[in-house]
């Protein structure tokens, strides 16, 4: 039996799945902090936008560890072609959509 086998025979063996229920409540309340920041506060532009980015790429972060597993897969390469991978579409989503805005208006 190789390792992907095994990791699938004890997932499934498992009992409740509390790390998705942990990553998604961190993710509820970092995507509620990121709007009472925005709306509920009246602080400075750019200050608004850096502490949104920031709960945005933490939010990445758990999700990438919690929901996507990153770290469960059996080579590192594959790991880090995924990450980059993740990278590349959220700046392309980012990019595209400043894009379209910038021209659109």
């Not at 200050?47 to 949104?52: A, G, K, R, Y």
């Not at 933490?58 to 790991?79: C, R, S």
Request: proline share 4%; no cysteine.
């Amino acid at each position: 039996m190789d390792e992907n086998q095994k990791q699938m025979s004890e997932r499934m063996g498992a009992g409740f799945p509390w790390k998705q229920v942990i990553g998604l409540l961190l993710s509820l309340a970092l995507t509620f902090l990121a709007l009472w920041i925005a709306v509920g506060l009246s602080l400075p532009v750019p200050v608004t936008l850096t502490i949104i980015v920031g709960l945005a790429i933490f939010q990445a972060f758990i999700q990438l560890f919690l929901f996507m597993h990153v770290t469960e897969g059996t080579e590192p390469v594959h790991q880090l072609i995924g990450i980059l991978f993740g990278i590349y579409v959220a700046f392309a989503i980012v990019g595209g959509t400043l894009w379209i805005l910038a021209y659109a208006l």
